[in-house]
């Protein structure tokens, strides 16, 4: 197949055997350094998307990373399609399958394009008007007209489906100087610090390093062709080891402290030769930011001016040069700018026929203009773009004076390209995101770099400072200055100067009948922002949120500005007055699959598995996420649901005994002179004349007087404890102790150590508890005479250095048995042994909460929910009656802690003894109405297997007055009665611990 | 990311390994017990926050484990000074630069 335009060849494109690719269902041939948009221009293919709101035609609109229309998605087989890539920076490849976005069913016959008749239904706040008008309209209109159309017409590309094959890797680096874009201004930079000896990255979005230098061809440097030199310029940074040169790598974030986020595309073309490496993110820490990321060029505002062959001026510049690409065969110029003659001199060179180049400026003059009369082209001053037509592409051009609103006046010329520059725009998007300054300058009516974070410095058009030689000059000036180096001079001749003009506002033609469109990728028009002024938003933060204007993938690289200025020709203000958006990262869209690195599937978080675990899974039990950790849910056998399962090893642990992997309870050694001193200031129990030998349940508040954790102190020797914590507190508690310890107890002499993944621990609780254990335990009587309930013991088990705690979370006998880790699984192994013949059961965390439920143990965090004090838990016993001090103990004595009506900690028995109620539903006092007042909440609630019905706990206002009083717990259309009791429902005397 | 520079390890690292404290300088009172409710109020709840430099805690939760202090602009997230925990707070003039 022909390539129609393709009208030279060299530059980017490279000889051999054409490419075959594929876009929108028709196959193509392309050239290898081809970019997708610039493969489809040369085959006269400008129409490549639909816009967003309007479905318009839309067609290539620039040569690079700033495009807002030619968004694709690439396809690369299974799990491989991606989204919103800009065509100008997809490098084609054999074999590249790509489409087009939001059209239906196809680009040239898009359905949704009846949305421009609804057009004002889509006006600027079309979201706020239509959540905001009357309630019952806008709801009503909004679920039954808007939403529809938005979710079948709106919306960028599709997500992909399937999980994502590729790899993605990560790197973190270091270097003296990062230099960021590789266009004159980054060579000369690069080529300076290199020299200097520093350590330099110089990174660039494109294949190709060069900038604007890859498509200049009359300018050159030290009286080299600006190609040569920058041949030249390459081979000497290749031949130097400091410097590190990586390609197609967007710069897409600038942090504190020079942390700079590259995206390196590897793998896209060839993903054999990358390893399976898609992209690689790399995090550079530079002690030093060299900013030399060019400008870019801002479009006309004009009725029509987004119709297909409406383009930048200097993206069809580059479209020549780099890739031998006419963007047409008559092609129009509107311009501000002297630089768009530049461009219609090279098409002109080339043999593309230029209809002329429409100036708003009233006198244009200077070397290029007088360049391009003398060559012949005709040069309309004082004009501007009044309309175009033309249905997929641009066919006519309609002129007029700049104040003219009258069509009488107006010329028509044909053309099938119109090029249009309205200046340049410095990409300082970095410099923002670092926290620097922006300053207005007038005379190119766009912001500059002002002030700038420390260690960061902006060279060349991205400075302001536009022209092959003030690149050189900056550049070079900012590379010997990071690296201490002296600066050169680089010589430049053919490089004419360059001025343009600002702020001219051509009046709207009477016969013009289309938007002129400022955000491109979004939709949005001159009249949306004034709309928006009219209805009242001054500030451009809201004028932005209101038309969303420059909120598009694009982030409005090629609109901001032009919005800016009609909006504050819309407030009678100055540009500068009225003021900028924030710049965010990313400067492109970076994928998810380069920020989520290899953090995907098994590697997504840790997983934490206990020693016992593997046993666990061997006998098939169902496992729950507990934090990080695995844990034993319930082990269900044949047949049986999860409710059996768990009934049945309640009332096997209840009859003869259970055993439970309690692995994951926190653990931690506090250790010292001070040591029980220390514990008294963290919980509320008195530790001072807690004996060796023996544990107590302790309860940690914070400063505010809330219950935050609790757990089991066991004293092992006057100056050493053994202190659990609940599996998800164990760090959290650790945290708070080192901090009390740390800053207000600095003069205390404890250490504490997190012995949590030291100790394996397995309960062992039932009636039988002692008798399976007996046989396995070394130099500890456990008798109830010699180790009575809430003790602990050190001696063998298995042979293996122990400690035995008897302290049960079931109101069984229980024992704890803590041993090293390495022995956990074969202690286990030991101890479920000898329980085969005394009726022995394994249970999980289910059974082993609808035990202690059935108890009325508290589960803080589920119980609680950081408001609860030990008085509303019922636990005020366990607050030492004569410390002075312990943390939360002042706040216990303030005016609501101590007030009546407290939510208390009660158990409810539901009148269906059946229902069960959920978790978190609202408990109401009934006889006020139907609805009542809200009273509190169920905390906990399940089926008790010792009681035969359902249980529940929960916290209730004034809850333990309440008590024989029915309340009500609302659920869908109907509220179920349930009697406030005791929240003790099993042996509520504790006979059954003491045995 | 910020990289945080910890008094005790005398080295540079990244926020990661940091956890943050809060404000600096709130003591714990001696006695609470003898504190009253609007001056237990205030030491539970009310912070400074200020648009400018500020002092407060952070821990090498994930390097030495210690807390320490720092002097951090709010506006440009610079730390100004980090010393250790017990030590004054620098003098603003003497760290303004």
């Not at chain 1, 909006?567 to 540009?575: E, H, I, P, T």
């Not at chain 1, 046993?615 to 849910?633: I, N």
Request: charged share 20%.
């Amino acid at each position: 197949m022909s390539e129609p335009f393709r009208i030279a060849t060299g530059g980017d494109v490279k000889a051999g055997a054409p490419l075959t690719f594929m876009f929108d269902g028709v196959s193509y041939a392309g050239r290898a350094g081809d970019t997708l948009a610039s493969a489809l221009l040369a085959h006269g293919v400008h129409l490549v998307g639909r816009s967003y709101k309007y479905h318009r035609p839309r067609g290539v609109l620039s040569a690079g990373a700033e495009e807002p229309n030619a968004l694709v998605g690439v396809d690369g087989g299974a799990g491989r399609f991606t989204p919103n890539l800009r065509a100008t920076q997809v490098e084609l490849h054999d074999g590249l399958v790509a489409t087009s976005q939001n059209r239906w069913p196809s680009l040239a016959f898009d359905l949704g394009a009846v949305n421009s008749l609804g057009a004002r239904f889509f006006s600027a706040g079309f979201y706020y008007k239509t959540f905001m008008g009357p309630r019952a309209a806008g709801l009503r209109a909004w679920k039954n007209v808007f939403e529809p159309i938005v979710r079948q017409a709106a919306g960028l590309g599709a997500a992909p489906t399937a999980p994502d094959p590729d790899r993605y890797a990560q790197f973190y680096t270091h270097c003296d100087a990062l230099i960021v874009g590789a266009g004159a201004a980054g060579l000369a930079a690069a080529l300076a610090a290199g020299r200097a000896g520093a350590d330099v990255i110089l990174c660039d979005e494109q294949a190709r390093f060069g900038g604007s230098l890859l498509q200049e061809r009359t300018a050159t440097i030290d009286d080299a062709p600006a190609s040569a030199w920058l041949e030249a310029a390459l081979a000497a940074l290749a031949a130097m080891p400091n410097v590190r040169m990586v390609a197609r790598t967007q710069a897409f974030g600038h942090h504190a402290q020079n942390l700079v986020g590259l995206c390196e595309r590897v793998g896209d073309r060839d993903s054999a030769a990358s390893e399976g490496v898609r992209e690689r993110l790399w995090q550079v820490r530079a002690r030093d930011v060299v900013l030399a990321t060019g400008a870019i060029e801002r479009p006309l505002v004009f009725p029509g001016n987004d119709r297909p062959g409406v383009m930048l001026a200097e993206a069809a510049r580059a479209y020549l040069a780099r890739w031998g690409v006419a963007v047409g065969r008559r092609v129009l110029v509107a311009t501000t700018h002297d630089s768009a003659y530049r461009v219609a001199l090279d098409l002109r060179a080339a043999g593309v026929g230029v209809a002329g180049v429409v100036d708003l400026r009233d006198a244009p003059t200077g070397e290029l203009v007088e360049a391009a009369r003398g060559a012949g082209i005709r040069v309309l001053a004082g004009r501007a773009i009044k309309s175009t037509s033309g249905r997929l592409r641009i066919r006519e051009a309609r002129i007029g004076p700049v104040a003219s609103t009258e069509a009488a006046q107006e010329e028509r010329i044909a053309c099938d390209a119109l090029l249009m520059c309205g200046g340049w725009t410095p990409s300082v998007h970095l410099h923002a995101q670092s926290r620097g300054k922006l300053v207005w300058a007038p005379a190119i009516g766009a912001f500059v770099p002002g002030q700038a974070a420390a260690h960061v410095r902006s060279a060349g058009a991205c400075n302001g400072a536009f022209g092959l030689a003030a690149a050189l000059r900056e550049g070079d000036a900012a590379g010997a200055a990071v690296a201490g180096g002296s600066a050169r001079a680089y010589a430049t001749a053919h490089d004419p100067p360059q001025t343009g003009a600002r702020d001219i506002a051509p009046a709207r033609s009477a016969a013009a009948k289309d938007k002129a469109f400022l955000d491109f990728q979004n939709d949005v028009a001159v009249e949306d922002v004034e709309l928006a002024v009219r209805e009242g938003m001054r500030s451009i933060e809201h004028v932005k949120r209101y038309t969303t204007t420059g909120m598009a993938t694009d982030q409005g690289k090629t609109s901001n500005l032009n919005a800016l200025e009609v909006a504050a020709r819309a407030l009678g203000k100055a540009v500068p007055e009225v003021g900028l958006t924030t710049y965010r990262s990313p400067y492109t869209p970076v994928t998810f699959g380069a920020l989520a690195g290899a953090s995907r599937g098994d590697l997504f978080d840790p997983v934490r598995r206990t020693p016992i675990d593997p046993w666990a899974q061997a006998q098939g039990a169902a496992f729950e996420d507990v934090g990080l950790w695995k844990r034993a849910h319930y082990f269900p056998r044949a047949g049986e649901s999860m409710a059996q399962a768990v009934a049945r090893e309640c009332r096997q642990t209840r009859a003869s005994v259970g055993l439970f992997d309690a692995s994951t309870l926190g653990k931690i050694e506090v250790v010292g002179p001070d040591a029980a001193a220390f514990l008294e200031k963290m919980y509320t129990n008195p530790f001072a004349g807690l004996a060796p030998g023996r544990c107590r349940y302790a309860l940690m508040l914070n400063e505010a007087g809330f219950v935050i954790d609790d757990g089991v102190v066991a004293r092992l020797a006057p100056d050493r404890f053994h202190v659990t914590t609940t599996t998800g507190g164990a760090a959290r508690v650790l945290h708070h102790m080192e901090d009390y310890l740390q800053t207000e107890f600095p003069q205390m002499k404890v250490w504490l150590t997190s012995t949590s993944e030291q100790w394996a621990v397995i309960a062992v609780q039932g009636p039988r508890a002692r008798d399976v254990i007996t046989p396995l335990v070394e130099e500890i009587d456990l008798s109830r005479e010699a180790t009575p309930h809430m003790s602990v013991r050190e001696g063998r088990v298995c042979g293996f250095a122990a400690r035995v705690m008897r302290v049960s979370f079931t109101g069984e006998l229980g024992f704890e048995i803590n041993v090293p880790s390495e022995h956990g699984r074969a202690v286990w192994e030991a101890v479920w042994a000898e329980g085969a013949s005394r009726e022995a059961v394994a249970y999980g965390t289910e059974a082993m909460h609808v035990m202690r439920a059935e108890k009325g143990y508290v589960i803080v965090g589920q119980d609680t929910d950081g408001t609860v004090t030990p008085d509303d838990l019922g636990l005020g016993w366990a607050i030492g009656k004569n410390k002075r001090d312990f943390v939360g103990k002042r706040s216990l004595a303030r005016p609501d802690i101590v007030a009546a009506g407290r939510k208390q900690f009660v158990g409810l028995l539901t009148e269906d003894p059946a229902f069960v109620a959920e978790e978190g539903a609202q408990i109401v006092d009934a006889r006020g109405g139907a609805g009542g007042a809200a009273l509190g909440h169920v905390t906990s609630a399940y089926f008790s297997p010792a009681l035969g019905r359902s249980i529940a706990l929960a916290l209730v206002a004034n809850g333990r007055n309440r008590i024989g009083e029915t309340l009500h717990i609302p659920i869908m259309g109907r509220t179920i009665a349930a009697r406030v009791v005791a929240p003790t429902f099993h042996d509520p005397q504790g006979a059954l611990l003491d045995v | 990311m910020l990289l945080i520079h910890c008094p005790y390890c005398d080295a540079a690292r990244p926020e990661l390994e940091f956890r943050y404290g809060g404000e600096a300088h709130v003591a714990r009172p001696a006695d609470p017990a003898t504190v009253s409710d609007e001056a237990w109020a205030q030491y539970l709840y009310f912070r400074a926050n200020p648009r400018g430099l500020h002092a407060e805690r952070w821990r090498h939760i994930h390097g030495c484990g210690r807390f320490f202090n720092a002097l951090r602009d709010t506006v440009s997230d610079r730390f100004v000074a980090v010393y250790e925990a017990g030590a004054p707070r620098p003098d603003a003039a003497e760290t303004k630069r």
